[in-house]
């Protein structure tokens, strides 16, 4: 048998590979939209994918399995589960509970494990060529290491009203009579690892078991004693902000993501007609480091820093159903400008015609700043701070209003328009991207506080041991 675990790290996501060696024929769960990743994957296993299905309706990334599918010539099998409000708007073939996929010597049992999403599935792997039961279980957003997947993404995302509770309640269940039902050796393969926004305390290692779990997590006692309510409890509090964002993407990937076919190769443009194009409407996105982007911006550029946090930060920054006009990068080359397109293309944002790779002639605007020193002069400033919750529950600066950064572009009626706009992190890097996205909301003065809540903090220490 063949289980393979492909992992994007920008969005601590896991998607896995199953197959039979014998028969050749293989399985993709819970695919990005890049079906080349997977079909070049399995060429170099002399395999050819024969199924492709997922765990639940996501809301972190745009699924991957109809064009994987499509491109493959393979099966799509969905959830059928979870009632008529979460039945897929897509052709394909629904598991219910205990609906087997077979490849080969290997089976695949859908386990229907609602509390995440009402629809989910977890799959039970046997590798019928070693052994009569089954070993591993791919959980998804059902269980990861150290935690399980929140249940009131419906609630702060998707524009639901208390599914919370519910959700935790299902959750509670499929914990107790699916999960600690399986025998210690099953081995756990969750679908998004640390740094996720889909739980609270996801562990960075890549499986677990069910025995360790059992043994280990914070939320077995609950569940052993049958303290449902303390369960609940503990499960909602402390979850990290959802970023804007998922709410599409939950709708898009229940009705069915738009094929993206075959990519475009993407226009180098001079300097010239870049500034053109922005005066029409277009989009820039400077993928220069924050600290470039503040001393020397791009007048009309969005700052989305090219890195391990591409495609989260974007995500945050640019919403294709709110500003729908084509996107240009500011890439060094053809290659890099690819890259960041197929990044992009995983949270729907298609419309990518071209790159530019110097900046002269593009009008630039840097960033006003304030040093912490001078904070307390700008006595009528708004400080706005876009870290995550716990983050600013662990210190904040007197005074400050905070707005996660993944939440800003669906709050700026909460941001003055007539006042100093103080923006900070806790480094720097968040607050670049969220000025740029002021400044592209039309907001006038918008200025970075140095070294962000970092340096106001170490200004502090720094006064007080005068």
Same mark, same amino acid.
């Given at each position: 048998?063949?289980? #393979?675990?492909?992992?994007?790290?920008?969005?601590?996501?896991?998607?896995?590979?199953?197959?039979?060696?014998?028969?050749?024929?293989?399985?993709?769960?819970?695919?990005?939209?890049?079906?080349?990743?997977?079909?070049?994957?399995?060429?170099?296993?002399?395999?050819?994918?024969?199924?492709?299905? &997922?765990?639940?309706?996501?809301?972190?990334?745009?699924?991957?399995?109809?064009?994987?599918?499509?491109?493959?010539?393979? +099966?799509?099998?969905?959830?059928?589960?979870?009632?008529?409000?979460?039945?897929?708007?897509? #052709?394909?073939?629904?598991?219910?509970?205990?609906?087997?996929?077979?490849?080969?010597?290997?089976?695949?049992?859908?386990?229907?494990?609602?509390?995440?999403?009402?629809?989910? *599935?977890?799959?039970?792997?046997? !590798?019928?060529?070693?052994?009569?039961?089954?070993?591993?279980?791919?959980?998804?957003?059902?269980?990861?290491?150290?935690?399980?997947?929140?249940?009131?993404?419906?609630? &702060?995302?998707?524009?639901?009203?208390?599914?919370?509770?519910?959700?935790?309640?299902?959750?509670?269940?499929?914990?107790?009579?699916?999960?600690?039902?399986?025998?210690?050796?099953?081995?756990?393969?969750?679908?998004?690892?640390?740094?996720?926004?889909?739980?609270?305390?996801?562990?960075?290692?890549?499986?677990?078991?069910?025995?360790?779990?059992?043994?280990?997590?914070?939320?077995?006692?609950?569940?052993?004693?049958?303290?449902?309510?303390?369960?609940?409890? &503990?499960?909602?509090?402390?979850?990290? !902000?959802?970023?804007?964002?998922?709410?599409?993407?939950?709708?898009?990937?229940?009705?069915?993501?738009?094929?993206?076919? #075959?990519?475009?190769?993407?226009?180098?443009?001079?300097?010239?007609?870049?500034?053109?194009?922005?005066?029409?409407?277009?989009?820039?996105?400077?993928?220069?480091?924050?600290?470039?982007?503040?001393?020397?911006?791009?007048?009309?550029?969005?700052?989305?820093?090219?890195?391990?946090?591409?495609?989260?930060?974007?995500?945050?920054?640019?919403?294709?159903?709110?500003?729908?006009?084509?996107?240009?990068?500011?890439?060094?080359?053809?290659?890099?400008?690819?890259?960041?397109?197929?990044?992009?293309?995983?949270?729907?944002?298609?419309?990518?015609?071209?790159?530019?790779?110097?900046?002269?002639?593009?009008?630039?605007?840097?960033?006003?700043?304030?040093?912490?020193?001078?904070?307390?002069?700008?006595?009528?400033?708004?400080?706005?701070?876009?870290?995550?919750?716990? #983050?600013?529950?662990?210190?904040?600066?007197?005074?400050?209003?905070?707005?996660?950064?993944?939440?800003?572009?669906?709050?700026?009626?909460?941001?003055?328009?007539?006042?100093?706009?103080?923006?900070?992190?806790?480094?720097?890097?968040?607050?670049?991207?969220?000025?740029?996205? *002021?400044?592209?909301?039309?907001?006038?003065?918008?200025?970075?506080? &140095?070294?962000?809540?970092?340096?106001?903090?170490?200004?502090?220490? +720094?006064?007080?041991?005068?």
């Amino acid at each position: 048998m063949l289980l #393979e675990r492909m992992y994007d790290d920008d969005l601590a996501q896991a998607s896995y590979l199953i197959g039979c060696q014998a028969s050749g024929e293989m399985l993709v769960v819970d695919p990005l939209r890049d079906p080349g990743r997977y079909l070049d994957a399995a060429r170099s296993k002399g395999m050819r994918i024969v199924a492709v299905t &997922e765990t639940h309706v996501h809301a972190d990334y745009l699924s991957g399995s109809v064009e994987l599918a499509g491109a493959a010539n393979a +099966r799509l099998y969905l959830s059928g589960e979870g009632g008529d409000d979460w039945q897929y708007a897509i #052709e394909s073939e629904r598991l219910a509970d205990g609906a087997a996929i077979r490849l080969g010597n290997v089976t695949i049992t859908a386990v229907h494990t609602p509390g995440h999403t009402p629809e989910h *599935l977890s799959f039970l792997i046997t !590798d019928g060529a070693a052994a009569s039961e089954p070993g591993y279980l791919l959980t998804g957003d059902f269980v990861f290491v150290g935690d399980v997947g929140r249940p009131d993404l419906l609630d &702060e995302a998707a524009g639901a009203s208390d599914t919370r509770f519910d959700g935790a309640d299902r959750l509670f269940a499929s914990l107790r009579d699916r999960f600690l039902t399986l025998p210690d050796y099953v081995q756990v393969l969750p679908g998004h690892g640390a740094g996720s926004a889909c739980g609270k305390a996801l562990g960075a290692v890549p499986s677990t078991t069910v025995g360790y779990e059992r043994r280990f997590s914070w939320w077995a006692p609950y569940v052993l004693r049958g303290d449902a309510k303390g369960f609940s409890k &503990e499960l909602l509090e402390g979850q990290p !902000d959802a970023p804007s964002y998922f709410g599409r993407m939950k709708r898009q990937n229940l009705q069915g993501p738009a094929p993206l076919g #075959e990519r475009r190769q993407l226009q180098r443009l001079e300097p010239e007609e870049m500034a053109r194009r922005l005066s029409q409407g277009a989009r820039l996105i400077d993928t220069r480091s924050a600290q470039r982007y503040v001393a020397d911006g791009i007048k009309g550029a969005l700052h989305v820093p090219a890195g391990g946090r591409f495609t989260t930060y974007a995500s945050y920054a640019l919403d294709p159903e709110l500003d729908p006009g084509p996107i240009y990068l500011l890439a060094t080359d053809a290659e890099a400008a690819a890259g960041l397109s197929r990044k992009l293309a995983l949270i729907g944002v298609d419309d990518v015609r071209g790159f530019v790779s110097s900046l002269d002639g593009l009008e630039r605007r840097p960033l006003a700043t304030v040093t912490p020193q001078q904070l307390p002069s700008l006595s009528d400033a708004f400080v706005l701070d876009v870290r995550g919750r716990s #983050e600013f529950e662990a210190g904040h600066i007197p005074g400050a209003s905070r707005v996660h950064l993944g939440r800003l572009r669906t709050n700026l009626s909460r941001i003055p328009g007539d006042r100093p706009i103080v923006v900070h992190c806790q480094s720097g890097g968040r607050a670049a991207v969220a000025a740029s996205m *002021l400044l592209a909301a039309g907001f006038e003065n918008v200025v970075d506080l &140095e070294g962000s809540y970092g340096g106001w903090e170490s200004a502090q220490e +720094r006064t007080v041991t005068k």
